[in-house]
């Protein structure tokens, strides 16, 4: 089966080289950008439009087709509500969107891919049951009756595309990282609760994630062996009271090959609601990556890129992976200890230097500043989650996102940046 998809994998490939070699042997044109992605309308609720995009929660680029790129939706449209969410189109599946820069500078669309389960069927983002990653959230329809729950529903938030054509998607349930072949059928599911993965998990620590902030941002390693993942915010280790240092967060490596985890310290520069997101790899060791907070960039919202390095910070796997409150100091869980604490101890967090400010460069105006792709050249690509064009209006309804500074619906827009 993996010789087949490989094989149509190449002879697409072939079909189409004479286009991706003129694409390839030219510089690509990014002066139109940034550029909205196309949307058509999902549902209407209360007299309000939801838009069908989402494209940005992650990105990636084509892995040997300069000027093709992946972007992917999240869970699909939501509001909060009571002890869970209202899903005003439940049977939304999270989706990829394939599409390039072409001759023109122009974004256009190449192919979508719906995520799908073992046996090809379409998954929804609606929350996993208890014992397969839930976090506890409840799903409700727009009514406010309660809905039911995805085996294998993802709130995905990151993607990486593979050499050999297949997707590696990272999530905020479980957190799970879910490897999906090229048409988005699932072909293993990695967490660190063992659901669907044999003896390849996760370290067991992350499941303490906080609902809704899991593992926000994914990349591969330019060799194309390692998977690095970001969480959110401070998970609740132990828990959510003793989880005192709301500024310490995890990078995690996942081998591709053997299985084999570390992980590593990062320090926030803003607080408890702040969010590290994507990540894009420079190389090995260096990468770039999001942090924002939930503001409006013109209403003073936090848009920064930082770079990054590993080489130098301490694993802090510890010796067992599925020790559930992961390693301690002075018996005390890392997320429990102070700054000093941890410096104390030994353990280094990743260096970090600061690469872009997008509020100050672009005067950038979307809240979700979500996806990241190093384009090289110190050039980098940004993406925006639009939430369907929509927010909560403090009643579990929705209303429309409206961007303060243009008065306009927010909707999945390019941007190419230079950075330091």
């Given amino acids: 089966m993996r010789k087949l998809l490989l094989s149509a994998i190449v002879f697409t490939a072939l079909a189409s080289c004479k286009d991706d070699d003129k694409m390839n042997n030219q510089d690509i044109n990014y002066t139109k950008l940034p550029q909205e992605f196309p949307f058509s309308k999902l549902a209407t609720v209360n007299g309000v439009d939801i838009i069908n995009g989402g494209f940005g929660s992650g990105a990636a680029a084509h892995p040997t087709r300069k000027g093709e790129f992946y972007v992917i939706t999240d869970r699909g449209p939501n509001t909060d509500y009571l ?91 479980g957190p799970h990282i879910v490897h999906y072949n090229a048409e988005g059928v699932e072909l293993e599911r990695i967490s660190p609760i063992g659901v669907n993965t044999g003896s390849r998990k996760l370290p ?27 969480i959110q915010s401070t998970m609740y280790v132990p828990t959510k009271a ?86 301690k100091i002075n018996n005390k869980a890392l997320e429990q200890s102070t700054w000093d604490e941890i410096t104390t101890a030994g353990i280094k967090p990743v260096s970090k230097i600061l690469a872009v400010d997008l509020v100050a460069k672009l005067g950038y105006e979307h809240d979700k500043f979500e996806g990241i792709v190093y384009l090289g050249n110190n050039k980098l690509a940004v993406f925006n989650d639009d939430d369907f064009g929509i927010l909560d209006d403090g009643n579990g309804n929705p209303k429309a996102k409206i961007l303060p500074k243009t008065g306009k619906v927010d909707k999945g827009t390019m941007y190419v940046v230079d950075i330091q």
Wanted: aromatic share 8%; glycine share 12%.
């Fill in 83 to 173: 002890n869970g969410k209202k899903f005003p189109a439940p049977n939304f599946t999270p989706t990829i969107m394939h599409f390039k820069i072409n001759a023109e500078g122009n974004i256009e669309i190449i192919k979508y891919i719906k995520l799908k389960n073992p046996s090809g069927q379409p998954i929804t983002g609606l929350p996993n049951p208890a014992g397969m990653g839930s976090t506890g959230e409840t799903a409700y329809d727009s009514s406010g009756n309660v809905l039911g729950t995805d085996n294998y529903g993802l709130d995905s938030e990151s993607i990486v595309a593979a050499a050999d054509g297949t997707f590696w998607v990272s999530d905020e349930y």
């Fill in 204 to 230: 067991a620590v992350l499941a303490k994630r906080r609902a809704n902030r899991g593992m926000e941002g994914l990349c591969i390693t330019p060799d194309g062996k390692t998977l690095v993942g970001t």
């Fill in 242 to 327: 003793l989880a005192t240092n709301t500024t310490l967060t995890r990078i995690v490596t996942f081998d591709i090959a053997t299985g084999q985890t570390k992980q590593y310290l990062y320090k926030q520069n803003g607080g408890a609601s702040d969010s590290v997101c994507d990540i894009t790899a420079i190389s090995s060791t260096e990468f770039l990556v999001i942090e924002r907070d939930g503001n409006f960039g013109s209403q003073g919202g936090t848009k920064k890129v930082y770079r990054i390095n590993i080489a130098g910070a301490s694993d802090v796997n510890g010796t067992d992976i599925t020790a559930v409150d992961g390693l």
